[in-house]
Antibody, heavy 119, light 107 residues
Framework: QVQLVQSGAEVKKPGASVKVSCKASGYTFTGYYMHWVRQAPGQGLEWMGRINPNSGGTNYAQKFQGRVTMTRDTSISTAYMELSRLRSDDTAVYYC????????????WGQGTLVTVSS | DIQMTQSPSSLSASVGDRVTITCRASQSISSYLNWYQQKPGKAPKLLIYAASSLQSGVPSRFSGSGSGTDFTLTISSLQPEDFATYYCQQSYSTPVTFGQGTRLEIK
């Protein structure tokens, strides 16, 4: 069965970076785009970008351009999202989600990783 | 960016009720519209894709309709497990955008 298992919660200081991992199993990792979506406490869903695990190609939301980097390691079926120059308003749960069709239809989601940015 | 607007933002209903949630796009998105359900502390779950296609394993009481700019999610007979927050999402173009959510509460 398809599973996306994310790394554990993080606490970071403002200005630091965080790298969240998402390990995929149960399907061919390189066959499906992976998206990253975040959700601030009590707020809605915000798309950050996506990566093509086959080519490594990425699309980022304009809001995060220059601060976000999405990578993957196909040898261990794992996608990564690194966010730099963290601010307090980056405090959120970060989700990875599989794109079933390369058409931005997100059928499987990780359990989420809480990133807290606090001095 | 395409803006997605849901209404209502919150809704109180009873078990057995028929409920409809609306989503409007700021421009035509054809049928590139998905619906998700999210329960507290959990990841979103895909319910409906391509405006009206039921995701595998989702109960048939959920249905979606619409095209262009106006879409609806209908739950034909609310069950206790349906009380959650629902989000629409356009998959027409990047950046992917979501509606602000509709919180469905027990009356």
């Amino acid at each position: 069965q398809v599973q996306l298992v994310q790394s554990g919660a993080e606490v970071k200081k403002p200005g630091a970076s965080v790298k969240v991992s998402c390990k995929a199993s149960g399907y061919t990792f390189t066959g499906y785009y992976m998206h990253w979506v975040r959700q601030a406490p009590g707020q809605g869903l915000e798309w950050m970008g996506r990566i093509n695990p086959n080519s490594g190609g990425t699309n980022y939301a304009q809001k995060f351009q220059g601060r976000v980097t999405m990578t993957r390691d196909t040898s261990i079926s794992t996608a990564y999202m690194e966010l730099s120059r963290l601010r307090s308003d980056d405090t959120a749960v970060y989700y990875c989600a599989r794109d079933v069709s390369a058409g931005c239809d997100l059928d499987y989601w990780g359990q989420g990783t809480l990133v807290t940015v606090s001095s | 960016d395409i803006q997605m607007t849901q209404s209502p933002s919150s809704l109180s209903a009873s078990v057995g009720d028929r409920v409809t949630i609306t989503c409007r796009a700021s421009q035509s998105i054809s049928s590139y519209l998905n619906w998700y359900q999210q329960k507290p502390g959990k990841a979103p779950k895909l319910l409906i894709y391509a405006a009206s296609s039921l995701q595998s394993g989702v109960p048939s009481r959920f249905s979606g309709s619409g095209s262009g700019t106006d879409f609806t999610l209908t739950i034909s007979s609310l069950q206790p497990e349906d009380f959650a927050t629902y989000y629409c999402q356009q998959s027409y173009s990047t950046p992917v955008t979501f509606g602000q959510g509709t919180r469905l509460e027990i009356k």
